[in-house]
C-alpha cells in the first residue's frame, strides 16, 4: 500500500535497528517534535526497526537552540534577528505561549 506523505516533509525514513525518535532528529537538523507533528500515529516512545516515519528536514544551516530559563520567543527571535511568527510557524508550535526549558526549537540562517 502507497504511503501518502504530507506535503511539508521532505521524504520518508525508514528507522533502522538501533535508531531512537532522538537521533533520528540530530541525523537530519531537527526536532523529535517536528516529527511528531508530522507522525502523529506514532508512539515516541516505541519506534521499531522498518518503520515508516514523515521527515521535515531543516536546512542545512539550521541550528538547534534549546530554551533557558527565562528565555522567550521574544528573546530568542531577537538574539537571532528572526520573528516571534516565523519561530511559531517553523516549530509549528500550537501554544507559542507555551515555551519551557529544555524545549528545542529549529532556527534557520533563512529566518535570520
Same mark, same amino acid.
Given at each position: 500500500m502507497p504511503i501518502l506523505m504530507p506535503a511539508l516533509c521532505s521524504f520518508v525514513y525508514i528507522v533502522e535497528y538501533g535508531d531512537t525518535l532522538y537521533s /533520528?532528529?540530530?541525523?537530519? &537538523?531537527?526536532?523529535?517534535? @517536528? @516529527?511528531?507533528?508530522? &507522525?502523529? &500515529? @506514532? &508512539?515516541?516512545?516505541? @519506534?521499531? #526497526?522498518?518503520?515508516? /516515519?514523515?521527515?521535515? %528536514?531543516? #536546512?542545512? %544551516?539550521? /541550528? /538547534?537552540?534549546?530554551?533557558?530559563?527565562g528565555d522567550t520567543l521574544y528573546s530568542i527571535a531577537r538574539r537571532y534577528g528572526t520573528s516571534v511568527e516565523n519561530l511559531i510557524k517553523f516549530n509549528y508550535l500550537a501554544t507559542p505561549e507555551l515555551i519551557y526549558v529544555g524545549q528545542q526549537l529549529v532556527v534557520t540562517a533563512s529566518l535570520r
Open positions: /533520528i532528529a540530530r541525523k537530519f &537538523n531537527t526536532t523529535v517534535p @517536528i @516529527i511528531l507533528h508530522f &507522525n502523529p &500515529n @506514532i &508512539n515516541p516512545n516505541i @519506534i521499531y #526497526p522498518g518503520q515508516a /516515519i514523515f521527515i521535515a %528536514e531543516s #536546512p542545512p %544551516e539550521a /541550528i /538547534i537552540y534549546t530554551v533557558k530559563q
